[in-house]
């Protein structure tokens, strides 16, 4: 490691004993890593005495080439500036808070008249309730599945739920409450719906002794259907209680933090979410660019997770690792603050809060132990790959092409990059064909053209995947002798049934050119698994992409008609559901379903009918 420049070597050695928060700059001026101390003589200095003790430290002070200091009257307020200045320029060492796996959510929207329950991946700012995050996503779907079923709630969504005109089967069998066709009166719908919520965010005791009660009434009014009906409900929604909790010991929120790390750096933080008691959640964050000190991880993690946390996420107690050290008296100062009331920071050293710190610390090292596995199905993948498809060097960045044409005159293609067997999505790319070949072998080698040449063309894959067979192969060969670039070339073709049926059961076989044969990949081998990943990506991706397309031509059809605009343009596509449907409507129907005026419905239903 090159050792301070002159310029910084001055500055170190002038540093005040006083809390503040430094600044770390790049020759540039670029700021990479923003801290705050007690004393910002002794943190500071420590950074350039000593070895670092993680790599990307090290990584860190090789790049520094000047630093600030900003004094502050007290370490809260040190606190407040390093958080504020975080915020604002989002240095690249600082913690940047991303949950390893985007566990879902459940999300009710509170404002609906008649609300259900979505499955998201984000959660927003939106005014709606979230409950999760929900790591395992198979037992979180049963788990709305008992609850739909038991509460009858209903599940369609937004369109078809306006559309409807008669109940759907769901309300024929029992399994919901149609208020689509006002069956249920709102009032009587949201005493379920809340019912539901309770038992999804783990507080479902009181209504479960409710249910309890309902059963034993009907079965003293020899009512024998209706119990066994509430009897089978409670079996089920006790398991879901027992499945989704961990009996934490006493009836409060408190949240726990454990660490786990490695010798070379890699740490992982684990949180534990306990409310009322019960351990609702929990979901791990690795730090792989951290380039602060390894002690001031858990502190900095908690000042950025609280910070972004919506106000009924901030418990009265939080407990941590000892390593919080010295910082913990300000950062619980600090999180009062936000929260509006005390909160505490424990290091618990016996009884029932030690195990759950234990318990998420386990947590945080059976992560940290499948991440490293994780790399390891990466290496394995690309070592592979380079040996079966005679690379020179490993596949560090795989490019897949795919092609999606549910109209010939509406074709589309995507580009997807993965780099160290990881989705890089920013180097997603989209190309629209409407001008273009007439089948799907040409438009593979037109996608590949645009790819490879024009003023932004980008560096070359290590390898480049095609969505087809031996055809799609030769049409991107030629193309790509044509334009004097080398890019090492795969095709995978989907498996086929002895009728030339595609067939699941059927391995993919993978081709290169020059090879008569197709590459000697076993099924469930790691390179198979990350071609297949790459192909299936570029599919998701280049699908929707048309989807978006078409709607955006349905709307664009309509505006073009006079007395329409966007907004009566999305009104009508709502209401009927798509353009399709909206052609074959009277006036009269536009009129009433839509609130168009007359003298627009008939233009509407002129001007479509002459273009259908």
Request: charged fraction near 30%; charge should be positive; glycine fraction near 8%.
């Amino acid at each position: 490691m090159s050792g301070p420049g002159e310029k910084l070597e001055d500055k170190l050695k002038v540093l005040p004993d006083h809390p503040g928060v430094y600044i770390m700059l790049a020759g540039d001026g670029k700021i990479l890593y923003i801290g705050k101390a007690i004393s910002l003589r002794k943190r500071v200095r420590s950074y350039f005495s000593g070895r670092p003790d993680r790599a990307k430290t090290a990584l860190l002070l090789t790049k520094v080439r000047d630093l600030e200091v900003i004094l502050a009257g007290s370490e809260i307020e040190a606190l407040l500036l390093e958080n504020n200045l975080i915020k604002k320029h989002r240095p690249p060492f600082n913690v940047e808070l991303k949950d390893d796996k985007n566990y879902p959510y459940v999300r009710l929207d509170r404002k609906q008249v008649f609300p259900r329950f979505e499955v998201v991946r984000r959660r927003r700012a939106d005014g709606a309730r979230y409950f999760g995050p929900f790591p395992a996503v198979g037992a979180l779907r049963a788990t709305l599945g008992i609850l739909n079923r038991h509460f009858r709630l209903r599940r369609c969504r937004g369109e078809r739920f306006a559309n409807r005109v008669r109940p759907c089967l769901n309300y024929q069998m029992n399994l919901c409450a149609a208020p689509c066709c006002e069956k249920v009166t709102p009032v009587e719908y949201r005493r379920l719906i809340s019912e539901a919520a309770l038992i999804l965010g783990g507080r479902g005791r009181p209504v479960l002794k409710s249910l309890e009660r309902r059963m034993l009434r009907a079965a003293a009014g020899l009512d024998f259907e209706a119990a066994a009906g509430l009897r089978d409900a409670l079996a089920d929604l006790k398991r879901v209680l027992e499945n989704q909790t961990i009996d934490a010991g006493r009836d409060e929120d408190l949240d726990v933090l454990g660490v786990a790390s490695k010798s070379d750096g890699a740490c992982v933080l684990y949180l534990l979410t306990i409310r009322r008691g019960n351990v609702v959640g929990g979901r791990p964050f690795s730090f792989f660019e951290y380039g602060g000190r390894k002690e001031e991880l858990p502190g900095a993690f908690l000042q950025r997770h609280y910070r972004d946390s919506g106000e009924g996420d901030r418990p009265p107690q939080i407990i941590v690792v000892p390593e919080l050290g010295e910082a913990s008296e300000a950062l619980a100062s600090w999180l009062g603050r936000i929260r509006g009331s005390r909160v505490q920071l424990l290091v618990p050293s016996r009884g029932r809060r030690l195990q759950l710190l234990q318990l998420a610390q386990k947590n945080a090292e059976d992560y940290l132990a499948r991440q490293v596995a994780d790399d390891d199905f990466s290496g394995q993948a690309m070592r592979e790959l380079a040996r079966v498809c005679k690379l020179k060097a490993l596949p560090e960045v795989i490019e897949g092409v795919d092609i999606s044409n549910l109209q010939e005159d509406s074709v589309v293609a995507s580009l997807v990059c993965f780099r160290s067997a990881q989705a890089s999505k920013s180097e997603y790319r989209h190309y629209r064909l409407n001008d273009g070949a007439p089948d799907d072998f040409a438009r593979m080698a037109e996608v590949v053209r645009r790819r490879f040449t024009g003023e932004n063309c980008r560096p070359r894959p290590d390898l480049l995947l095609l969505d087809g067979g031996r055809p799609q192969l030769v049409a991107v060969e030629r193309i790509l002798r044509e334009l004097e670039v080398e890019v090492p070339l795969v095709a995978v073709a989907k498996g086929r049934d002895d009728c030339g049926r595609k067939d699941r059961k059927v391995p993919d076989s993978f081709y290169q050119p020059g090879r008569k044969d197709a590459l000697s990949l076993s099924p469930r081998s790691p390179a198979t698994r990350l071609l297949q990943q790459v192909r299936d990506e570029a599919h998701r991706f280049a699908v929707n992409y048309h989807r978006l397309l078409r709607k955006q031509e349905r709307e664009t059809v309509l505006v073009e008609i006079e007395g329409i605009g966007k907004a009566r343009a999305l009104r009508l596509l709502k209401v009927f559901g798509s353009l399709e449907k909206i052609i074959p409507a009277t006036p009269q129907e536009l009129v009433e379903k839509a609130g168009l005026p007359f003298s627009v419905a008939c233009k509407v239903c002129e001007f479509l009918r002459y273009h259908s």
